[in-house]
């Protein structure tokens, strides 16, 4: 019998998230750590959709030099890296995995169609979304809300480098509150680094939950799938 307290849910990983220590490129081990734990939620029978970044090996900010639309296509290529990383590491582990792209790279991976990535969910593959929205001026948060309202995801379990939703960094600021739930309106009022202030407002229009955890642990993500108290709810 599952423990599972979601039957479909999205997790959205960073970049960053891949690269480890490192900061760059992508880490086998810590890819493998985070695979393996998926692999357990699919073995609950969750269905599991990711949205990954890019930052690991290119931030749209880094090209400050450079026409922005042109800086974030790279990004886009980034998260498509990442997004056969991913696809590669969760095949190694007996999970079936499709990567579909927002733009198309049939040579790679198919392109994003809503009723084809819901019926590899209900056949219990893992689908991959890279390549953000498809746009520049859109983060891969953005895309996450926009793909998960898409697959009627349950929630948005978002893994970041930071434990909780805080009142400040509490790199910075050793005073800074911790949340253990917060609604939309106080994150965008707040002004809180959750997400962008567009996804922000998309997971709010769509009744969206989120659940805001650490990454570098990558237990957290069964922990989240079973309704465990960790991180910060953000309804």
Not at 189 to 198: E, R
Request: hydrophobic share 40%.
């Amino acid at each position: 019998m599952s423990e599972a307290k979601y039957k479909r849910v999205l997790l959205k990983l960073s970049g960053e998230a891949l690269a480890g220590e490192q900061k760059t490129g992508v880490n086998a081990k810590v890819v493998g750590e985070i695979c393996d734990k998926i692999k357990e939620v699919v073995q609950m029978g969750v269905q599991v959709a990711i949205v990954v970044g890019g930052g690991n090996f290119w931030r749209g900010r880094n090209g400050h030099e450079m026409e922005r639309t042109t800086a974030d296509y790279m990004g886009v290529l980034a998260t498509s890296m990442n997004g056969l990383a991913l696809q590669d590491a969760l095949e190694a582990r007996g999970v079936y995995a499709r990567l579909q792209t927002a733009i198309e790279m049939r040579e790679i991976a198919e392109p994003f169609i809503q009723r084809r990535a819901t019926r590899h969910l209900e056949k219990g593959r893992v689908v991959i979304f890279a390549g953000g929205t498809g746009h520049p001026y859109f983060t891969t948060d953005t895309a996450a809300v926009l793909r998960a309202s898409e697959i009627k995801a349950e929630i948005i379990l978002l893994g970041k480098s930071i434990d909780a939703v805080y009142s400040a960094d509490p790199k910075v600021d050793p005073t800074a509150q911790r949340y253990e739930s917060i609604s939309y309106l106080d994150v965008l009022s707040k002004d809180l680094k959750v997400m962008d202030s567009t996804a922000t407002a998309l997971c709010r229009d769509n009744n969206i939950p989120l659940l805001v955890f650490g990454i570098s642990e990558p237990e957290n993500i069964v922990k989240a799938v079973k309704g465990e108290k960790i991180g910060t709810y953000v309804s």
